[in-house]
């Protein structure tokens, strides 16, 4: 009896916790793990030349963080259940933060291992941040609550290009990281009073023996969690083929630019920033769209149809375009191709049951980011035996489009069943 007044007792105070509060910490920590893991994208011209790599390397980097990403989402649930949501965040931010220092050696082994980290460290944030605000947004604004939190992942991004990028050039990318990792460290510090009110669910008896984290029943559960719901797998595909158009846009928008169209690291910063401003505008104002429809699924699909003809807008860039016109074109498809997680997110959380909503979480974001694992690594690939830069983005739009075309075929079926 004690034991169960306990459990409604920790309910009730997460409950009581303001969303606007809920949202804070999860919209900061979300901006600054994003930033860290952008930081080796923005600075890549400098740093594959530095270790002596041909620029499309940075696929691999951002590949290998992906893949970081991924690793915590298979067996990092009983972690998160042993520390809580706020203490997840504060450890892994902390650990992306503290990977820098390897990144600062120059040598490609430290790039790689710098990276994995980054990936691992970035994990607890999407399900933390899914089991912070599920237990406190109101209903009627969930998909634009946590399209509210997500635009701090383009806002991360937006501000390594902006910030990091100029900072390099004037200081050398070593400062460059050193004001970076004092950035993670600092976002860990300043949640910090709030870890007693916002990880009272927490189960300290929970084991994390290795045995218990890489058991295969561990791996098992995120997926058990996605059959909950026969509309949770589509929606994870359809989520997967984002990511890797987001993935390759992300990774190589710097590189691309800055090498192939020859803009120079700043300008090239600039135009970078501008695709995640967008972004950041577009999550918030496309989550209240899919709010007032309430049919984010058929959201979803119509802007993959208009992200993929951007992306082949952004591959045909004309060499000596100007500045605006760069930047223009980088936020139209920043637009729509990078603003679609918030409403995935919320999807995810509105059709799991509340006490599988971490599991789903991490399931289907591990999916997803098997996609931002796919994505950059075979584009560096193809890059490498093309020579050229244009077919690698043309080919990562016609499979978000072909993705599209095929979720277009299941909602029509599902509208027409009884």
């Given at each position: 009896?004690?034991?169960?007044?306990?459990?409604?007792?920790?309910?009730?105070?997460?409950?009581?916790?303001?969303?606007?509060?809920?949202?804070?910490?999860?919209?900061?920590?979300?901006t600054?793990?994003?930033?860290?893991?952008?930081?080796?994208?923005?600075?890549?011209?400098?740093?594959?030349?530095?270790?002596?790599?041909?620029?499309?390397?940075?696929?691999?980097?951002?590949?290998?963080?992906?893949?970081?990403?991924?690793?915590?989402?298979?067996?990092?649930?009983?972690?998160?259940?042993?520390?809580?949501?706020?203490r997840?965040?504060?450890?892994?931010?902390?650990?992306?933060?503290?990977?820098?220092?390897?990144?600062?050696?120059?040598l490609?082994?430290?790039?790689?291992?710098?990276a994995?980290?980054?990936?691992?460290?970035?994990?607890?944030?999407?399900?933390?941040?899914?089991?912070?605000?599920?237990?406190?947004?109101?209903?009627?604004?969930?998909?634009?609550?946590?399209?509210?939190?997500?635009?701090?992942?383009?806002?991360?991004?937006?501000?390594?290009?902006?910030?990091?990028?100029?900072?390099?050039?004037?200081?050398?990318?070593?400062?460059?990281?050193?004001?970076?990792?004092?950035?993670?460290?600092?976002?860990?510090?300043?949640?910090?009073?709030?870890?007693?009110r916002?990880?009272?669910?927490?189960?300290?008896?929970?084991?994390?023996?290795?045995?218990?984290?890489?058991?295969?029943?561990?791996?098992?559960?995120?997926?058990?969690?996605?059959?909950?719901?026969?509309?949770?797998?589509?929606?994870?595909?359809?989520?997967?083929?984002?990511?890797?158009?987001?993935?390759?846009?992300?990774?190589?928008?710097?590189?691309?630019?800055?090498?192939?169209?020859?803009?120079?690291?700043?300008?090239?910063?600039?135009a970078?920033?501008?695709?995640?401003?967008?972004?950041?505008?577009a999550?918030?104002?496309?989550?209240?769209?899919?709010?007032?429809?309430?049919?984010?699924a058929?959201?979803?699909?119509?802007?993959?149809?208009?992200?993929?003809?951007?992306?082949?807008?952004?591959?045909?860039?004309?060499?000596?375009?100007?500045?605006?016109?760069?930047?223009?074109?980088?936020?139209?498809?920043?637009?729509?191709?990078?603003?679609?997680?918030?409403?995935?997110?919320?999807e995810?959380?509105?059709?799991?049951?509340?006490?599988l909503i971490?599991?789903?979480?991490?399931?289907?974001?591990?999916?997803?980011?098997?996609?931002?694992?796919?994505?950059?690594?075979?584009?560096s690939?193809?890059?490498?035996?093309?020579?050229?830069?244009?077919?690698?983005?043309?080919?990562?739009?016609?499979?978000l489009?072909?993705m599209?075309?095929?979720?277009?075929?299941?909602?029509?079926?599902?509208?027409?069943?009884?």
């Open positions: 009896m004690t034991q169960s007044r306990t459990g409604a007792h920790e309910a009730s105070e997460m409950q009581s916790l303001s969303w606007q509060t809920a949202l804070g910490v999860t919209l900061l920590m979300q600054v793990a994003a930033f860290l893991g952008q930081v080796l994208p923005v600075l890549a011209p400098l740093l594959t030349s530095g270790a002596g790599v041909s620029p499309q390397g940075i696929g691999y980097l951002s590949a290998l963080t992906s893949f970081g990403t991924v690793l915590f989402l298979a067996f990092g649930g009983p972690l998160l259940a042993r520390l809580g949501p706020v997840s965040l504060q450890l892994g931010t902390g650990l992306a933060a503290l990977s820098l220092l390897l990144a600062t050696s120059g490609w082994a430290g790039l790689l291992a710098c994995l980290l980054l990936g691992v460290g970035y994990g607890p944030t999407p399900p933390a941040g899914s089991r912070i605000l599920a237990a406190t947004a109101p209903p009627r604004h969930r998909t634009l609550i946590f399209s509210l939190k997500q635009a701090g992942a383009p806002a991360g991004g937006a501000f390594a290009g902006l910030a990091i990028a100029p900072a390099a050039s004037a200081w050398g990318w070593p400062v460059a990281l050193a004001i970076s990792l004092a950035i993670g460290l600092a976002a860990c510090l300043v949640i910090a009073p709030l870890r007693p916002m990880d009272v669910e927490r189960d300290p008896a929970r084991s994390v023996h290795p045995r218990v984290l890489f058991h295969p029943n561990t791996l098992a559960l995120p997926m058990r969690a996605l059959r909950s719901d026969p509309l949770l797998i589509p929606l994870t595909g359809l989520a997967v083929s984002f990511a890797v158009v987001q993935g390759c846009l992300f990774s190589f928008g710097v590189t691309f630019l800055a090498t192939d169209r020859g803009l120079g690291l700043d300008r090239a910063g600039f970078y920033g501008c695709m995640q401003l967008s972004g950041v505008v999550r918030i104002g496309l989550g209240w769209l899919a709010d007032r429809t309430g049919r984010p058929h959201n979803l699909t119509a802007q993959a149809y208009g992200a993929a003809v951007l992306v082949v807008a952004f591959a045909w860039i004309p060499d000596g375009a100007s500045l605006p016109v760069v930047a223009l074109i980088c936020g139209a498809v920043g637009l729509l191709g990078a603003s679609w997680n918030g409403i995935y997110l919320a995810v959380a509105r059709l799991a049951p509340p006490e971490v599991d789903a979480t991490s399931g289907s974001t591990l999916f997803t980011f098997l996609g931002y694992v796919a994505g950059p690594a075979v584009f690939i193809l890059v490498d035996l093309i020579g050229g830069w244009r077919l690698p983005f043309v080919l990562a739009a016609g499979q489009a072909a599209a075309a095929v979720q277009t075929v299941l909602l029509l079926r599902r509208a027409r069943s009884p």
